[in-house]
């Protein structure tokens, strides 16, 4: 955690937070969106969604805290917009088992935690990737709700740390981490948490504001 923070703070100048050009942002959030969509394995079915939820990202991080299903809803009807039926927007797949789990998920998000954010969002992301309550979609819904967290957690204020190409970066750890969250018990829990610390440390270091600052 102290890695990714530290990582983090290189990009924002110690939490200075030096100042990023609209370019730099706007290049930031489209490598946030196609690297989210290269992990789905079919890059050029998501990416237009992946790039109506990335310009999005720091209006919906204002909701993830304090209405977690409807930001998830909405991220989920900019991403499959043109993929489903209209009134299929938004809606998770019936069934107790998914329905208790978003419950869960939702108390978990609405609820004060003195957790890094970091670890919250890495369970957030495992959360909805491996329940996958909107499908298809759901993978890129869990990539962008983890950095919802971090931008509403003041870890990513400025949305310019590309963690989703920290995942892509690391792809066969990404998927497989997520396998061993599901059925490898506290190890496994503790393993993805790592992998996602990783990737947002990746995610700083990759960051278009690194080069895209005024006056840096």
């Given at each position: 955690?102290?890695?990714?923070?530290a990582?983090?703070?290189?990009?924002?100048?110690?939490?200075?937070?030096?100042?990023?050009?609209?370019?730099?942002?706007?290049?930031?959030?489209?490598?946030?969106?196609?690297?989210?969509?290269?992990?789905?394995?079919?890059?050029?079915?998501?990416?237009?969604?992946?790039?109506?939820?990335?310009?999005?990202?720091?209006?919906?991080?204002?909701?993830?805290?304090?209405?977690?299903?409807?930001?998830?809803?909405?991220?989920?009807?900019?991403?499959?917009?043109?993929q489903?039926?209209?009134?299929?927007?938004?809606?998770?797949?019936?069934?107790?088992?998914?329905?208790?789990?978003?419950?869960?998920?939702?108390?978990?998000?609405?609820?004060?935690?003195?957790?890094?954010?970091?670890?919250?969002g890495?369970?957030?992301?495992?959360?909805?990737?491996?329940?996958?309550?909107?499908?298809?979609?759901?993978?890129?819904v869990?990539?962008?709700?983890?950095?919802?967290?971090?931008i509403?957690?003041?870890?990513?204020?400025?949305?310019?740390?590309?963690?989703?190409?920290?995942?892509?970066?690391?792809?066969?750890?990404?998927?497989?981490?997520?396998?061993?969250?599901?059925d490898?018990?506290?190890?496994?829990?503790?393993?993805?948490?790592?992998?996602?610390?990783?990737?947002?440390?990746?995610?700083?270091?990759?960051?278009?504001?690194?080069?895209?600052v005024?006056?840096?």
């Amino acid at each position: 955690m102290a890695a990714a923070t530290a990582a983090v703070d290189v990009v924002l100048r110690d939490r200075g937070l030096r100042a990023v050009d609209e370019d730099a942002r706007a290049r930031s959030l489209a490598a946030c969106a196609e690297a989210s969509a290269a992990l789905t394995g079919d890059h050029d079915r998501w990416i237009l969604g992946a790039l109506r939820l990335s310009a999005e990202l720091t209006a919906l991080a204002s909701l993830i805290r304090v209405a977690p299903a409807q930001a998830l809803a909405r991220a989920h009807a900019l991403l499959a917009r043109g993929q489903l039926a209209d009134d299929q927007l938004g809606r998770i797949r019936e069934g107790a088992a998914v329905n208790a789990r978003m419950h869960g998920l939702s108390e978990l998000l609405i609820q004060p935690s003195t957790a890094p954010a970091v670890v919250l969002g890495a369970v957030v992301h495992a959360e909805l990737a491996t329940v996958a309550p909107f499908g298809e979609a759901s993978g890129l819904v869990a990539r962008a709700a983890e950095h919802l967290v971090l931008i509403s957690a003041g870890l990513d204020p400025l949305c310019v740390i590309v963690v989703e190409a920290g995942h892509l970066a690391a792809a066969q750890a990404y998927h497989a981490g997520l396998a061993r969250y599901s059925d490898g018990g506290a190890t496994g829990v503790a393993g993805w948490i790592i992998h996602c610390a990783a990737a947002v440390s990746r995610g700083a270091e990759v960051s278009p504001a690194v080069r895209g600052v005024a006056g840096g």
